[in-house]
């Protein structure tokens, strides 16, 4: 059965560092507003950001 919930995460995951990080996180609201991510999957998305500026430095 088709999960939305992992649809939507993995597409934000795929997202960064390929999209202004601005992109992404409207983009991951969007759904938040929308109930498919919820606060937990956000700061997850945060640890991805945090782990690209460490690759990026």
């Known amino acids: 059965m088709f999960d939305l919930h992992k649809f939507v995460m ?5 997202m960064i560092g390929k999209e202004p990080e601005y ?7 969007g759904w938040l507003e929308k109930d498919v991510l919820t606060q937990e999957d956000l700061a997850a998305l ?7 500026a460490t690759e990026e430095e």
């Not at 992109?23 to 609201?29: E, F, G, N, S």
């Open 10 to 14: 993995d597409t934000v995951t795929v």
């Open 23 to 29: 992109k992404v996180r409207q983009y991951a609201l």
């Open 46 to 52: 945060e640890v991805h950001f945090a782990e690209l």
